[in-house]
């Protein structure tokens, strides 16, 4: 099983609101990543969590905070959101020492900011 | 600073074979992923590569060499289906967790 799963599939929120993006892997895969991804663009990396502890941070706007309640789950909550952060944002896992820590990627949620 | 090269588009003919690189400039290099991602979807790997030389997996083969900074995803027997965006990814560092820096990406059409 190489699945990651995400949801929702597709969100809309105003600017004022506050909303999560959920992130699941059943793989015992101990590394969970954040992306972003514009049109006909490549997916950028915004966080890293590596044994359920946040290495890497890209330099994410605080409006944007990842939380790892456990090594399965990774979650993405969105507060104040610019209409310039409507994105396809993609969850990914690997486990650090199998296949090259190769990234499986889950189908995505795309977020519309009105 | 990374740098990731693609050629942005191309075109083959179902049935064809279509050679697509990719050079790399890269500080700690540590790998080199091919993902395959159709409009609209997420990513899916295709192959890693991180010793010189030639993964080959059924229609898909990756070929690197290391010295030149150089990559290519070889495609057989085209298909419809492997109309896509084709992105050539470069891991560098050596923790757990490493991060992987994206190409722009190459689209590919194939015509019949």
């Known amino acids: 099983d190489t699945e990651v799963t995400q949801t929702p599939k597709h969100l809309v929120m105003g600017m004022t609101n506050k909303k999560s993006l959920k992130c699941e892997q059943h793989m015992g895969h101990r590394a969970m990543y954040w992306y972003k991804q514009k049109a006909k663009k490549p997916p950028e990396l915004m966080f890293?969590?590596?044994?359920?502890?946040?290495?890497?941070?890209?330099?994410?706007?605080s409006r944007f905070s990842p939380e790892c309640p456990n090594s399965s789950?990774?979650?993405?909550?969105?507060?104040?959101?610019?209409?310039?952060?409507?994105?396809?944002?993609?969850?990914?896992?690997?486990?650090p020492t199998y296949g090259g820590d190769t990234q499986y990627f889950g189908p995505g949620t795309r977020l519309t900011v009105l | 600073g990374q740098n990731i090269d693609q050629p942005t588009e191309m075109t083959a003919t179902e049935g064809a074979i279509v050679q697509i690189n990719?050079?790399?400039?890269?500080?700690?290099?540590?790998?080199?992923?091919?993902?395959?991602?159709?409009?609209?979807?997420?990513?899916?790997?295709?192959?890693?590569?991180?010793?010189?030389?030639?993964e080959e997996k059924g229609r898909f083969s990756s070929f690197l060499s290391?010295?030149?900074?150089?990559?290519?995803?070889?495609?057989?027997?085209?298909?419809?289906?492997?109309?896509a965006s084709y992105l050539c990814a470069v891991r560098s560092g050596y923790s757990s967790a490493s991060k992987i820096i994206f190409g722009s990406g190459t689209r590919l059409s194939i015509r019949p």
């Open chain 1, 73 to 95: 789950l990774l979650n993405l909550h969105l507060h104040a959101l610019q209409p310039e952060d409507s994105a396809l944002y993609l969850c990914a896992s690997s486990h």
């Open chain 2, 22 to 54: 990719c050079t790399y400039q890269t500080s700690g290099f540590n790998g080199l992923f091919w993902y395959q991602q159709h409009a609209g979807e997420a990513p899916t790997f295709l192959s890693y590569n991180v010793l010189d030389g030639l």
């Open chain 2, 66 to 83: 290391r010295s030149k900074g150089y990559s290519y995803l070889l495609l057989k027997e085209l298909q419809m289906k492997d109309s």
């Open chain 1, 48 to 61: 890293v969590y590596s044994y359920e502890k946040l290495s890497i941070n890209e330099s994410v706007p």
